[in-house]
């Protein structure tokens, strides 16, 4: 297929897919006010697994107050592009896929597709991860350690929202990790030995990593970040590990179905190399044999 109409299509599939996330964006900004008291959840509340459910914590009752006129509506807006956005994955999904699977071999076919739905589900659970368990416990020490020091706890909400979207998305990408190096280990570009050679530097790049995308600059939440992100790198070590490990077995299964070469006949009048390395020329009988 040309070039023009690889694009052609590509523009096409790329306007579907913002036509369906616009018209999904329309339904969630109807419910933004509250997908925000959903937000709100894990400010006061701590989910207890025991019970599956939310229990209010000993804080104070914190208010919401916006700076600006439209900050509210803003909020709104914000929230609702992400959700719109994350309902309509599958569909963005589905067009990439049919765009780039005449493209790809039968094999690349059977591992992307797995792979596409692996880091997809990761990453919701990685948002699911931190809506119930890290952002209230983040939260909680945050503002106790605040009204401990007797300040009175009032927050903007364009703050909030922003902190708590920020923490959602990062654990969503942290929990992408072991795939991302399980498909650097089955491309060949790292091993299990190569990972383990540098888990130092490894952890001191989480706490780095961590550090920018922390939306507070405290230690604690730092940690919270770095150390989950250190722990599925080695999560992805066991992962290549496993992927070299069955490289070489798949390796000696192509090689056993290939034919052994058969030893080529020299041709009458073609040069052999002699032990000594010089080239010897090897004659053509002109006549019968001798009896």
């Not at 694009?7 to 599939?13: A, F, K, M, P």
Request: hydrophobic share 55%; with cysteine; charged share 15%.
């Amino acid at each position: 297929m040309p070039v023009m109409e690889h694009l052609v299509e590509l523009q096409v599939r790329l306007t579907r897919a913002v036509i369906v996330t616009a018209i999904v964006f329309v339904v969630t900004f109807f419910y933004a006010d509250a997908l925000v008291k959903w937000l709100r959840i894990p400010l006061q509340n701590m989910f207890v697994p025991s019970t599956l459910s939310w229990e209010p914590t000993d804080l104070p009752t914190v208010p919401f107050v916006f700076l600006a006129p439209g900050e509210a509506l803003w909020q709104n807006v914000k929230v609702a592009g992400l959700f719109a956005v994350v309902l309509a994955t599958p569909y963005i999904l589905l067009e990439f896929w049919q765009f780039v699977v005449p493209g790809l071999h039968v094999q690349e076919r059977r591992f992307v597709g797995p792979f596409v739905m692996l880091s997809t589900l990761a990453f919701l659970a990685g948002v699911t991860f931190s809506f119930f368990f890290v952002l209230p416990f983040a939260l909680n020490f945050l503002i106790s350690y605040g009204v401990n020091a007797g300040f009175i706890p009032q927050l903007s909400i364009a703050q909030y929202v922003g902190f708590a979207l920020w923490f959602l998305l990062v654990f969503g990408l942290i929990f992408e990790v072991p795939l991302a190096i399980t498909l650097m280990a089955k491309l060949g570009w790292v091993d299990a030995p190569f990972l383990r050679r540098y888990r130092k530097w490894a952890l001191l790049g989480a706490f780095i990593i961590a550090a920018i995308l922390t939306p507070t600059p405290d230690p604690f939440n730092q940690c919270l970040m770095a150390l989950p992100m250190y722990v599925f790198y080695e999560v992805g070590i066991i992962s290549a590990g496993f992927f070299n490990k069955k490289k070489p077995v798949q390796e000696e299964a192509d090689a056993a179905d290939v034919p052994p070469l058969t030893p080529a006949t020299v041709p009458a009048g073609a040069a052999r190399m002699s032990k000594s390395g010089d080239s010897e020329y090897v004659g053509v009988p002109t006549g019968n044999p001798r009896r």
